[in-house]
């Protein structure tokens, strides 16, 4: 029998009496003086955030610096989304809205529709039709979601999102909802509350730039009341495929393998060039094929992302090769979503199963043992 007491694990909630205990609370509990909400405010979580901030050996010494990857993976729907669905739709219900709707590459319709759940109001999802992975048009329809498929692409789906919420009474949850970029600021205090520092380069993968947005945000809430000294560079990545902004124009036709940033028109522009401008940092585009040998890497590290979220850590590579960074340089890359959701490019990049008979002396030759 283990110990009762040392056993238990750190957020049983049924051990929330006993000394030491404690269930991390969501977002806005965690944060509630940081987030525009009052005591009347109806929290609708699934304990989101809180996310691994995992220290990267291989990482750190091939660019000489301390690389930290934040795995936002591990929230309830598997990616960063959660934390500004969880205000989005508490503020809805505060505002007595019965519906929401977003336009979505996957991972918003996967989070609108499990906070919509929880809050029992209707969600409407519209998702390019034929351009959405598998696990994430799953993970949509679970929670009961009204899906539709639109003919066209996200940023037209994002048009006709924001149209309907115009016309009729439905609030939008795309990160146009200023509530969604509050709720995504909290990454940035958590990567300082857990440095007990900014770090000194922050590095995020930019698809619509509603996440660089926010977390500059962050990080310049905590600059102005004194919890960090200095703010990190902010550097965003997109996917050269789909690079308005490097570009500096929009992208009608945005292709690359990293579904979640293949975006064109980006609604957040303005705030993410602001963000790269104001911290010293910068926007720039990584390839499919650094994209997808990031995430073969941080997936050898024990991190199963989706391809955009590794957009990340390819940047972080390139800076280094661009002699951008400073040694010794504290280094944070926002590892955006979970791999399972999108998992096609796992299975295809990998060798093979071997078929065995249920022999222990065969099974141990094929493993070399
Ligand atoms: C939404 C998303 C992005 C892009 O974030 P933006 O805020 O739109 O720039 C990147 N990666 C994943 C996994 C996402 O779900």
Not at 71 to 93: H, Q, V, W
Request: with cysteine.
């Amino acid at each position: 029998m283990t110990d009762p007491v040392a056993g238990r694990s750190p957020g049983r909630a049924s051990g929330a009496h006993l000394p030491g205990a404690h269930q991390w609370l969501g977002i806005i509990e965690e944060y509630r003086d940081r987030l525009p909400v009052s005591e009347s405010t109806p929290v609708i979580t699934l304990c989101e955030g809180g996310t691994p901030l995992v220290l990267s050996q291989s990482l750190s010494e091939e660019t000489g610096c301390e690389v930290w990857l934040k795995y936002e993976g591990a929230n309830p729907t598997g990616s960063f989304k959660d934390r500004g669905m969880t205000l989005a739709i508490s503020k809805a219900i505060e505002e007595g809205s019965k519906a929401v709707v977003c336009a979505s590459t996957g991972n918003t319709s996967a989070s609108a529709a499990a906070y919509a759940a929880k809050a029992g109001i209707t969600c409407a999802v519209l998702l390019p039709k034929g351009k959405v992975a598998l696990g994430k048009m799953a993970a949509t329809l679970v929670h009961g979601a009204r899906m539709l498929e639109v003919l066209g692409n996200f940023d037209e789906s994002l048009e006709l999102a924001k149209d309907l919420s115009e016309h009729y009474p439905v609030t939008l949850v795309n990160s146009v909802n200023p509530y969604r970029l509050q709720g995504q600021k909290t990454a940035a205090f958590e990567i300082c509350d857990a440095l007990g520092r900014a770090p000194d380069v922050h590095c995020v993968p930019v698809g619509n730039a509603g996440n660089i947005s926010s977390h500059w945000m962050g990080y310049s809430e905590y600059l102005a009341d004194g919890m960090i000294a200095e703010p990190p560079q902010l550097f965003g990545f997109q996917a050269s495929g789909a690079a308005p902004i490097v570009n500096g124009a929009p992208v009608k036709d945005p292709q690359t393998i990293a579904t979640a940033i293949r975006i064109g028109n980006p609604a957040s522009w303005d705030k993410a060039v602001a963000a790269a401008t104001q911290s010293e940092g910068g926007i720039q585009s990584v390839t499919d094929r650094e994209i997808l040998s990031a995430y073969r890497r941080v997936a050898r590290e024990g991190l199963f992302v989706e391809p955009a979220s590794a957009a990340s850590v390819a940047g972080l590579l390139q800076l280094h090769q661009a002699g951008t960074l400073r040694r010794g340089s504290i280094v944070v890359c926002i590892l955006t979503g979970h791999g399972l959701k999108d998992p096609e490019w796992a299975i295809s990049g990998a060798a093979h199963p071997i078929t065995v008979p249920p022999d222990a002396a065969v099974v141990a030759g094929e493993l070399g043992l």
